[in-house]
T-cell receptor, first 114, second 113 residues
Framework: GAGVSQSPSNKVTEKGKDVELRCDPI?????LYWYRQRLGQGLEFLIY????????KSGLPSDRFSAERTGESVSTLTIQRTQQEDSAVYLC????????????FGPGTRLTVL | GENVEQHPSTLSVQEGDSAVIKCTYS??????FPWYKQELGKRPQLIID?????GEKKDQRIAVTLNKTAKHFSLHITETQPEDSAVYFC????????????FGGGTRLMVKP
């Protein structure tokens, strides 16, 4: 079946502009995660959704970052007033549940803030 | 929160040799430890994982060991091949408490033919 998809694959924006990144999880996966990967570094957890529960936003680096998810479907990550340090690859992952289940990653969105 | 340290940051081996990558974690409540392989420009892919009730797990040329007392776990790749060249990430999480992964900094493995 289809894997996790993300759009756009690349986004170049100017400092101060808002951007919206989209993630389509695998159908039936109740858990969805957003991670950020800076160049040459590991992945940093940003936010987690599980079903209809309140999201865990503990990884969001500032109040410029927010995310939404409608039910168990698409999620959008919004970055307001982008800064150059926001440049990174933003990866989305989904899993069947939040228990001992493999997280399947999307291809990521490469964000470049000029 | 959890902190995961990974060593070495780069590792170069000759084809056919073994490669070992080590990780330590700080949160004794962590109970799920996956390893991901990420090829250049591609998404991370799970290659093996281990739960805290198991000390070792093998899958063909890949094995992972876990020492809960010392809070460290290792990835072992035997008979390395050029296609094993990639960046490998360890991670730790508390499955059942969200399972948010805390990643190590990555190891760039280069297998020379």
């Amino acid at each position: 079946g289809a894997g996790v998809s993300q759009s756009p694959s690349n986004k170049v924006t100017e400092k101060g502009k808002d951007v919206e990144l989209r993630c389509d999880p695998i159908s039936g996966h109740t858990a969805l995660y957003w991670y950020r990967q800076r160049l040459g570094q590991g992945l940093e957890f940003l936010i987690y959704f599980q079903g209809n529960s309140a999201p865990d936003k503990s990884g969001l680096p500032s109040d410029r970052f927010s995310a939404e998810r409608t039910g168990e479907s698409v999620s959008t990550l919004t970055i307001q007033r982008t800064q150059q340090e926001d440049s990174a690859v933003y990866l989305c992952a989904s899993s069947r549940t939040s228990a001992y289940n493999e997280q399947f990653f999307g291809p990521g969105t490469r964000l470049t803030v000029l | 929160g959890e902190n995961v340290e990974q060593h070495p940051s780069t590792l170069s081996v000759q084809e056919g040799d073994s490669a070992v990558i080590k990780c330590t974690y700080s949160d004794s409540a962590s109970n799920y430890f996956p390893w991901y392989k990420q090829e250049l420009g591609k998404r991370p892919q799970l290659i093996i994982d281990i739960r805290s009730n198991v000390g070792e797990k093998k899958d063909q040329r890949i094995a992972v060991t876990l020492n809960k007392t010392a809070k460290h776990f290792s990835l072992h790749i035997t008979e390395t091949q050029p296609e094993d060249s990639a960046v490998y990430f360890c991670a730790a999480s508390r499955a059942g408490a969200g399972n948010m992964l805390t990643f190590g900094g990555g190891t760039r493995l280069m297998v020379k033919p």
